[in-house]
Antibody, heavy 117, light 110 residues
Framework: EMQLVESGGGLVQPGGSLKLSCAAS????????MHWVRQVPGKGLVWVAR????????SYVESVKGRFTISRDNTKSTLYLQMNGLRGDDTAVYYC??????????WGQGTMVTISS | QTVVTQDPSFSVSPGGTVTLTCGLR?????????PSWYQQTPGRSPRTLIY???IRSSGVPDRFSGSILGKKAALTITGAQADDESDYYC??????????FGGGTKLTVL
């Protein structure tokens, strides 16, 4: 069964850092672009970042550029999101998703990130 | 300043047909934007319904279909059921490695 499992969420103070992980199973991670999508509870979905199959190319939504870094370790079948300079408006559930045909075709269960003092 | 536009809410009667749309604040949606559609109920992860305009994701019933209608992408649900009551999101690929979600449509079945 193909599966994505996020981890690493939690409570962090403003200005702090956090690294999310997404463990993939049931498919070959290196064959797919991967994305992070976030959702403030009760609000809509927002695409955050994308990485290509070998990790050589990345892209980000403007609001996280320079603060977040998406990366991957295909040998560990794991996707990451390093988040620095965290702000209150980064509070959200973060989902990792597998890309295909410019869409998001497999989703994890999400991990909650709360930024608060 | 939502670049990708969706109606905030819609309602449909059980057994009825509803078409949700996804537009651009300026310009027309075409297949070049690779529109995709997602269903989400509270507390759950999104479920992929349609990608690349009109391709149903695995396991999605054929009651759900995607298309381009005029200047917008469209998701049509035929024979609406009670458990279709959800939030529906579209996504457009704007090129240069950038995707943008619409604000979502809350569908009520009543």
């Amino acid at each position: 069964e193909m599966q994505l499992v996020e981890s690493g969420g939690g409570l962090v103070q403003p200005g702090g850092s956090l690294k999310l992980s997404c463990a993939a199973s049931g498919f070959t991670l290196s064959s797919y672009w991967m994305h992070w999508v976030r959702q403030v509870p009760g609000k809509g979905l927002v695409w955050v970042a994308r990485i290509n199959g070998d990790g050589s190319d990345t892209s980000y939504v403007e609001s996280v550029k320079g603060r977040f870094t998406i990366s991957r370790d295909n040998t560990k079948s794991t996707l990451y999101l390093q988040m620095n300079g965290l702000r209150g408006d980064d509070t959200a559930v973060y989902y990792c998703t597998r890309g295909d045909a410019h869409a998001f075709v497999l989703w994890g269960q999400g991990t909650m990130v709360t930024i608060s003092s | 300043q939502t670049v990708v536009t969706q109606d905030p809410s819609f309602s449909v009667s059980p057994g009825g047909t509803v078409t949700l749309t996804c537009g651009l604040r300026s310009g027309s949606v075409s297949t070049n934007y690779y529109p995709s559609w997602y269903q989400q109920t509270p507390g759950r992860s999104p479920r992929t319904l349609i990608y690349n305009t009109n391709i149903r994701s695995s396991g999605v019933p054929d009651r759900f279909s995607g298309s381009i209608l005029g200047k917008k992408a469209a998701l049509t649900i035929t024979g609406a059921q009670a458990d279709d009551e959800s939030d529906y999101y579209c996504v457009l690929y704007l090129g240069s490695g950038i995707w943008v979600f619409g604000g979502g449509t809350k569908l009520t079945v009543l």
